[in-house]
């Protein structure tokens, strides 16, 4: 039994090992990768369900319209607030964002171009993690998948009508977020967990420079 658990972790050591170089110090940092893209898949899905479900109601009650003042509202608070519940940070970034509170910061940015690479090349995007000393982030690609989206993030005068992109624009003056075609990666999702989230986090400081 113990044997068990020993190969276990060292397995998981295997694959979540991560050299950090700091000015003073080296840091080794070990963690499970496969609880990670669990957990951070799970709550990255409950996330969409919540924001589709809450979408696809707005559009039942007023049209794509109305759904676009909600969403102006409601979408930040939405994700805000599965935030707390599951004591994570949640956010979903864009390289090409509706609003700049979702544009993509450095690290995203590079998620996105490899995800971007992927995707030309006809690979299969899988999600993706990385640790520092205080947290570790899950990463994992929204593409477009349904023609619902292209209504307001689809093609000007193709998919969205005249009346919408008004709305959009006056909603968001500094809109990027159309242009976007059926498979297209729309962007991604960030859950960033405290590192202390995970049992299996192990942070060695092996060696001062
Ligand atoms: C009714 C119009 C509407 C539809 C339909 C819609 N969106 Fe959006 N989307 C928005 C608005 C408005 C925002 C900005 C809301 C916010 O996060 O504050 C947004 C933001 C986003 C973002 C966050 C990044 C950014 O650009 O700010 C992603 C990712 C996204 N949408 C993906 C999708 C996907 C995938 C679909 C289809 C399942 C979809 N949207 C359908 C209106 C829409």
Avoid at 13 to 26: I, P, R, V
Avoid at 84 to 101: E, F, G, N, Q
Avoid at 151 to 171: F, P
Avoid at 184 to 196: E, H, Q
């Amino acid at each position: 039994m113990r044997y068990g658990i020993l190969i276990a972790f060292v397995l998981a050591m295997g694959f979540g090992c991560q050299h950090e170089s700091q000015q003073e110090k080296e840091q080794l940092i070990s963690y499970d990768t496969t609880a990670v893209v669990n957990e951070g898949q799970q709550i990255a899905k409950a996330t969409f369900q919540t924001l589709s479900s809450n979408l696809k109601n707005a559009i039942a009650e007023g049209g794509v319209e109305h759904a676009l003042q909600f969403c102006n509202v409601e979408a930040i608070p939405l994700t805000d607030s599965l935030s707390k519940h599951h004591d994570v940070s949640i956010r979903r970034a864009s390289h090409k964002p509706r609003t700049p509170y979702n544009t993509a910061d450095s690290l995203e940015v590079e998620v996105i171009k490899q995800y971007i690479d992927k995707l030309e090349s006809g690979d299969e995007l899988k999600p993706v993690t990385y640790a520092d000393e205080n947290r570790i982030t899950f990463h994992a690609p929204i593409t477009i998948t349904n023609s619902l989206c292209l209504n307001c993030h689809g093609k000007v005068n193709e998919d969205i009508s005249k009346e919408n992109l008004a709305t959009i624009q006056e909603l968001y003056p500094k809109d990027q977020a159309t242009g976007f075609s059926m498979g297209d990666l729309r962007g991604i999702w960030t859950v960033r967990f405290p590192a202390t989230h995970f049992d299996s986090v192990k942070i060695e400081h092996t060696k001062e420079l």
